[in-house]
């Protein structure tokens, strides 16, 4: 069964430090989405991309995060500086068409703790 | 703006027992709504959605939802509950003709023997 992977697991990192996280969506998926999930909370969206444009990036505090997703297959999303509230899990998803109300398939994620 | 609620934070019920998981929306236009579930250190898997068409849709692991549209409503549903079903479940909203998705703060069920 396809899945999305995502690389690290888990990143411990101090602050100010840069951090790179790394998402596969799976093959054929047009949207990619990173989100970021607090405990206790729900994922919030950070950026969408349909293929390998950005189609929402509202919430994606642009100071210091970035995104690529060069080719329209995987990903990259960054944070430079890292920030002691950015601990937190962050997600990525695919969905083979999310115009069309497809379903999203997550990875595992990566739990950030910034020290 | 679009948003979801999830009023129960936990949701205990007996084995063998109906369970239902509420979840209200509200978004401006027609609704594409979704259901996830989380199994500790696991990801994010789909349950089921609905789209348009029958307002009661089945999805996997015996879960149902109905789709209310006069109540804004979304509710997780299943006959006969396992404990195989404990987990964290969440209603997520997105308007049918643009922008991103909107997740729930999740509820916690859980299913005693």
């Known amino acids: 069964e396809a899945e999305v992977a995502q690389s690290p697991r888990y990143k411990i990192t101090e602050k100010s430090q840069a951090v790179a996280f790394w998402c596969d969506p799976i093959s054929g998926h047009a949207t990619l989405y990173w989100y970021r999930q607090i405990l206790g909370q729900g994922p919030e969206l950070l950026v969408q991309?349909?293929?390998?444009?950005?189609?929402?990036d509202s919430q994606l505090p642009k100071d210091r995060f970035s995104a690529e997703r060069l080719k329209g297959v995987d990903s990259t999303l960054k944070i430079q500086p890292a920030e002691l509230g950015d601990s937190a899990m962050y997600l990525c998803?695919?969905?083979?068409?999310?115009?069309?109300?497809?379903?999203?398939?997550f990875g595992q994620g990566t739990r950030l703790t910034v020290v | 703006a679009q948003s979801v609620a999830q009023p129960e934070d936990q949701v205990n019920v007996a084995e063998g027992n109906p369970l239902t998981v509420k979840c209200t929306y509200s978004?401006?236009?027609?609704?594409?709504l979704f259901w996830y579930v989380q199994y500790p250190n696991r990801g994010l898997q789909f349950l089921l959605k609905y789209i348009t068409g029958d307002n009661l849709v089945k999805g996997s692991y015996g879960f149902e939802a109905e789709f209310n549209k006069s109540q804004t409503s979304f509710h997780l549903k299943k006959p006969s509950a396992l404990v195989s079903d404990s987990a964290l479940y969440f209603c997520a909203v997105r308007d049918a003709n643009a922008g991103k998705s909107t997740f729930g703060d999740g509820t916690t069920l859980t299913v005693k023997p």
């Open positions: 991309f349909q293929d390998e444009s950005v189609v929402d």
């Open positions: 978004v401006s236009g027609n609704p594409y």
């Open positions: 998803a695919s969905s083979l068409d999310d115009l069309r109300g497809t379903e999203a398939f």
